[in-house]
């Protein structure tokens, strides 16, 4: 049968090995095991075999073992998410003042102060890996009145202001207009893209972000794949924190009614997201595409469709997906406050210290608005997050302090 898996000979093995690796050089075993699958799909062959012929012909790095990203998770329980360290992340370009390290498998990993901070210091401003704004945004910036990436709005006549070129796009600069037509726009571009129309609309009728912001995440993948850079797209998104959006939507106590008509929705996102980025339109220019072992995995398994719609809510802070910020966990009295510096644009965000912070201590903001109670921030964490907050301010119950509302900056109620 077509879809029976062949288990390969050593001989055929080591060399698909030695081809990849001649490819990239710095690849590990984790990454030669993806690229085998996704240069032979129909091989079967587990990481645990890979590992054993680089070794054998002597093709693992010399790199210490800490450049492969470290995973966490557990097998037996999907609620659990998954993450990884992508070694390839520069923290340093970012700041100085952190480090990224594991905490444990269910926790994951965490982002910790590589120096003594200061208050009020902050510690890192990052732009969002992915990107899709709230739709009242998206739909100013539809309309020509706010940026097309940034959403920032735009105010004419303006010598800055960049337009798509292909349609009713406009940007707030020319770094905008550049940064959003190579990870998104030019498979966006509804004069270029036709069936993306249908999508969109789709999405905006169900006041949908997620599947807006996975079709961004497609477009990067199939956009770095012409650059030759999706090795490195994709082990940035392996970074995040996954679980599957089926896992976090079965907390609901409405699921047993709502299981149904949420499955239709989700088959029917996908069903418009597979007509508008698996075969685009030719005006697109995609002249590479993807490795059809990922093509089909993005586009015809709804566990991986479902698994993108997770990663996205788990990881979306006002529409953004931040690589450095997504190592930071939570805790109800933190010690960092998440800002935007931009005025009126919530796409740049900034880390900034809300007390002291001693060499070696984790960071953690607060996933959850700090005003509410015990109960109603336990019941949003599990729905939301699917933990259990075990924190001092949890299990002693004590109430919001005027230090932590200073250090946040909350106005009096």
């Not at 049968?1 to 590990?28: C, F, H, R, V, Y």
């Not at 994951?108 to 200061?118: E, M, N, S, V």
């Not at 508008?276 to 566990?303: G, N, V």
């Not at 996205?312 to 802070?317: G, S």
Request: hydrophobic residues 35%; aromatic residues 10%; glycine residues 4%.
């Amino acid at each position: 049968m077509a879809d029976e898996k062949i288990i390969p000979t050593e001989e055929e093995l080591i060399s698909a090995i030695q081809n990849i690796k001649l490819e990239l050089p710095e690849a590990g075993i984790k990454t030669v095991a993806t690229q085998v699958l996704v240069k032979q799909p129909n091989w079967q062959v587990s990481e645990k075999r890979v590992k054993k012929y680089m070794q054998q012909s002597g093709l693992t790095n010399s790199a210490p073992a800490a450049k492969e990203p470290v995973k966490s998770g557990l097998a037996d329980d999907p609620s659990v998410p998954v993450s990884f360290i992508d070694p390839k992340i520069d923290f340093k370009a970012v700041s100085d003042a952190v480090e990224a390290r594991m905490v444990d498998q269910v926790t994951g990993k965490g982002l910790f102060a590589a120096r003594d901070i200061k208050r009020d210091e902050t510690i890192f401003t990052e732009t969002p890996f992915a990107y899709f704004p709230p739709w009242e945004a998206f739909n100013l910036a539809r309309s020509g009145n706010a940026c097309g990436l940034c959403c920032k709005p735009l105010i004419y006549p303006n010598r800055n202001t960049q337009h798509c070129g292909h349609c009713n796009m406009f940007y707030c600069s020319k770094e905008c207009r550049i940064t959003a037509w190579e990870k998104f726009h030019q498979l966006e571009c509804t004069n270029l893209n036709k069936a993306v129309v249908a999508f969109m609309s789709f999405c905006e009728m169900e006041k949908w972000q997620a599947p807006m912001a996975v079709s961004r995440i497609y477009a990067q993948m199939i956009l770095a794949h012409q650059r030759g850079e999706l090795d490195q797209v994709i082990g940035h998104l392996d970074a995040f924190a996954t679980v599957s959006q089926e896992e976090r939507q079965a907390k609901e106590t409405e699921w047993i009614f709502m299981e149904a008509p949420t499955r239709e929705l989700w088959t029917k996102a996908r069903d418009l997201l597979r007509a508008a980025y698996k075969t685009p339109s030719k005006r697109c220019k995609i002249t590479t595409p993807l490795p059809e072992a990922l093509q089909q995995k993005l586009f015809d398994d709804e566990e991986t469709f479902l698994n993108y719609l997770g990663k996205f809510n788990i990881n979306n802070q006002n529409g953004g997906m931040y690589l450095v910020h997504s190592h930071i966990n939570h805790n109800c009295h933190p010690n960092v406050s998440i800002d935007y510096p931009q005025r009126n644009s919530q796409y740049k965000l900034t880390v900034r210290a809300i007390r002291d912070i001693s060499k070696g201590e984790q960071l953690y903001e607060t996933y959850v608005n700090p005003r509410w109670n015990k109960d109603t921030r336990q019941t949003y964490l599990d729905k939301s997050y699917l933990f259990t907050c075990q924190c001092d301010r949890c299990v002693n119950d004590t109430p919001l302090t005027d230090e932590l509302k200073k250090g946040l900056r909350l106005r009096d109620e």
